[in-house]
């Protein structure tokens, strides 16, 4: 029921069924939600990992030097 719930999905269709697949009028409730909340998923985890990579840079800045004109090795 807490898949249910975070999908949105009416909790008279996920309760009243027993197993196996659901039929087409059910389906086609269901898709939708299960679709967006796939998608509000993914976008989270994306934002996430920028957020960590975003942790890492400003983690590595104190180790960063400067490097004078000319020295670059060119």
């Given at each position: 029921?807490?898949?249910?719930?975070?999908?949105?999905?009416?909790?008279?269709?996920?309760?009243?069924?027993?197993?196996?697949?659901?039929?087409?009028?059910?389906?086609?409730?269901?898709?939708?939600?299960?679709?967006?909340?796939?998608?509000?998923?993914?976008?989270?985890?994306?934002?996430?990992?920028?957020?960590?990579?975003?942790?890492?840079a400003i983690t590595a800045l104190p180790f960063a030097t400067r490097v004078a004109p000319g020295e670059d090795g060119a």
């Amino acid at each position: 029921m807490k898949i249910a719930a975070f999908v949105g999905a009416p909790t008279g269709i996920v309760s009243a069924h027993q197993s196996g697949a659901f039929d087409a009028d059910k389906t086609a409730v269901l898709d939708p939600l299960v679709q967006t909340a796939s998608s509000v998923q993914a976008i989270n985890e994306a934002w996430l990992l920028v957020a960590i990579l975003t942790a890492c840079a400003i983690t590595a800045l104190p180790f960063a030097t400067r490097v004078a004109p000319g020295e670059d090795g060119a």
